[in-house]
């Protein structure tokens, strides 16, 4: 699915590799727009691939040689000599499932946090340390509630 906004460049294209996926993908395509907005990039290629579980193993092994699953994996692949910024997110709808009945929201929710923290990486943000850590899941949480999903990443904390 590809999208272009008047007065933006955006082409947000899904690559769905999981039947029966249980999320409405036009809600990720506004979460990145907003994103966008937010971080006022006007010109980019975002391509999102959902994955299951054995898809993340192959991404995770070909590009960090590591063996194991995880939840999203990000690549700014941007040229400074070309305009616009150009992302790749790989999210992983199994651990989506998995993590939303165990944390009580949804799929689709769980799902909405992984392209959020994808995209948040690609714009410079961090989470090597508590601090940067903190900073960003609070702007995850902002940016979820926004677009719908409520507050996903601190919903324990809540309870």
């Not at 990720?28 to 966008?36: A, H, N, P, S, Y």
């Not at 929201?105 to 714009?123: R, S």
């Amino acid at each position: 699915m590809m999208m272009d906004l008047p007065n933006r460049h955006l082409h947000i294209r899904f690559n769905t590799l999981v039947p029966d996926l249980d999320a409405d993908v036009s809600k990720f395509e506004r979460l990145i727009q907003g994103i966008c907005e937010a971080f006022e990039i006007d010109h980019a290629a975002i391509d999102v691939s959902i994955v299951d579980d054995a898809g993340m193993i192959e991404v995770h092994r070909e590009f960090l040689k590591k063996d194991n699953t995880t939840d999203v994996i990000s690549f700014d692949l941007s040229d400074e000599l070309e305009p616009g910024r150009t992302f790749q997110l790989v999210v992983n709808a199994d651990m989506a499932a998995r993590q939303g009945r165990q944390r009580g929201h949804t799929t689709e929710a769980e799902l909405a946090l992984y392209i959020t923290h994808g995209m948040l990486h690609n714009v410079g943000f961090d989470d090597i340390d508590e601090a940067q850590a903190r900073k960003m899941h609070e702007t995850e949480d902002m940016l979820l509630q926004r677009y719908g999903f409520g507050i996903i990443y601190y919903q324990d904390e809540l309870d």
